[in-house]
């Protein structure tokens, strides 16, 4: 599911339980495109109780968000954290995430993000309502 860089952060900052009516709590899994010291994924992974798997193409954001993660006890039990070549091209099946986020662009938002690869990683059902909800709102 794409979800707008303003409803990202109504949802990770404000709406808590939003998180997890969004993507049915303690269910599934969240796909991350871009950390920086993954504090998105660890909300996720504690408010929703779900799965995160988070990547990003950069080495130090990688290593940055291992670290806390794993201080704060979530990585490898809830979040794993990947290093890719690029975020076009997530190496995971497609339609396998009840939500697909960036962390990155939450904070730089001139960060592009490739929301194709976001809605081929996104269960078809949550591309279809999200795809339902533009048309209504244009």
């Known amino acids: 599911l794409h ?3 303003r409803r990202q952060r109504q949802m990770c900052i404000r709406d ?3 998180i997890s009516r969004q993507v049915g709590a303690g269910n599934g899994v969240a796909v991350i495109l871009g950390i920086e010291d993954g504090h998105l994924s660890a909300q996720l992974a504690v408010i929703a109780g779900i799965r ?18 794993l201080a704060s006890g979530l ?3 809830h979040v794993s ?3 890719v070549s690029s ?5 995971l099946t497609g339609m396998v995430a009840n939500i ?3 962390e990155r662009q939450l904070s730089h938002p001139d960060h592009p993000v490739d929301w194709a690869e976001a809605y081929r990683l ?3 059902r949550l591309c279809h309502q999200e795809f339902q909800r533009r048309q209504t709102i244009r």
Request: charged share 25%.
């Open 81 to 83: 954290v990947q290093k």
């Open 122 to 124: 996104a269960l078809p």
């Open 16 to 18: 808590r339980s939003g």
């Open 75 to 77: 990585y490898g039990t």
């Open 100 to 102: 697909v986020l960036s």
């Open 3 to 5: 979800l707008s860089l």
């Open 87 to 91: 975020l076009d091209n997530i190496p």
């Open 52 to 69: 995160v798997i988070a990547f990003d193409e950069r080495q130090e954001a990688v290593d940055k968000a291992r670290a806390q993660l």
